[in-house]
């Protein structure tokens, strides 16, 4: 497209020249959109510093504090958060900044907007926590994209990424990652559950399911579901234990296995993997997919729930978060829908179509047909 190609080299050669830049800034009518740019490129830049205040906030508990008391000054609060009060007040003034805080006054601070929503989902702060590996794998990012060892805090995190003997991960090695996927669970079956409607089916089957949390919420709102977990033993332990506590045991057991060498559970009307395919790469993704067709009978149902790549309105979220995530991880890449959509084909799935979610951010359903016989 050399029109396409020459209006883009015009564009960039005056974006790149301060002359212009100064211009734009000052002309009325690319004033906005000069400040708006220069906001955006600010905000790439300091993404890390806005990142190290949330995680200093959640460290300090700062929004539990603040719900707690009400609106409080930087010295009333600095003890409670373990911090001198001139810390104290520099944490406070930068999450006001941020909108997780909100300034009553001079030196009086309430739960600003962001910081209610942290407080209300566990699994946000549980993730910002658990980043400070990610940010430590991070440090040298050009290692990490020429493929050098990697620094292995996330890869030893997450015991199965990369292992040829997943289904040997003890306990101690699956309860730090199993935890972390629980608190972020809820919010995941919620959008699953806002897109699908599981009324039609007798059963269904989470591939790699984790602690069993999706489960549970999708059997509290069908009741008349069965429901079968598969994950690697001592996570489908976790899993079993959870589904007596839930009082959910007379339809609902877990299996332990590895689904790239074992057998699934056979029975279920619908199979789902759910944010299951984007952590390996493209070989073993194929084979879970492969196994959710074994799992199934002609004419049953797949979903594959997960954040996708080319989101519209979420592009760095597929592309820029979990792209880095997963290669500091050691295994796995985002994939968009058409990607996912030509991988499910290839196994033998048909009839692909989108389930919009309401937070497409958070994940995206695609459920297709294993081909009749
Ligand atoms: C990112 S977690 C997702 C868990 C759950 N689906 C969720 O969304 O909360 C990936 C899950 O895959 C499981 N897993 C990884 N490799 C596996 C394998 N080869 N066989 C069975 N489960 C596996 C892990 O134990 C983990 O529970």
Known sequence: MPIRDDWLKLRNRLLSSPRFQRWAARFPLTRPLARRHARELFDIVAGFVYSQVLYACVRVRLFERLAERGPSDSAALAPALGLPEEGARRLLLAAASLRLVERRGADRFALGERGAVVLGNRGIAAMVEHHAMLYADLEDPLALLRGEPPQRALADYWAYAGSSAPAHSDAAAVDGYSALMADSQTMIAEEVLGAYSFRDHRCLLDIAGGDGTFLVEVAKRWPHLQVILFDLPAVA?????????????????????????????????????????????????????????????????????????????????????????????????????????????????????????????????????????
């Open 237 to 373: 332990e976790r899993a079993q234990a959870r589904f007596v506590r839930e009082g959910l045991a007379d339809r609902a057991r877990a299996v332990g296995g590895d689904v790239l060498n074992d057998a699934l559970p056979e029975g279920a009307d619908v199979v789902s993997l759910v944010r299951v395919v984007h952590d390996h790469d493209d070989e073993r993704a194929a084979g879970f997919i492969a196994a959710a067709h074994r799992a199934l009978a002609p004419g049953g149902s797949v979903l594959v729930a997960e954040p996708m790549a080319g989101t519209r309105g979420a592009e760095p979220v597929g592309d820029a978060y979990f792209g880095f995530y997963l290669l500091a991880m050691g295994s796995g890449r985002p994939r968009t829908a058409a990607e996912l959509e030509a991988m499910l084909g290839a196994a033998g799935f048909v009839a692909t179509r989108e389930c919009p979610t309401h937070r497409p951010i958070l994940a995206r359903v695609l459920q297709a047909r294993r081909a009749p016989a």
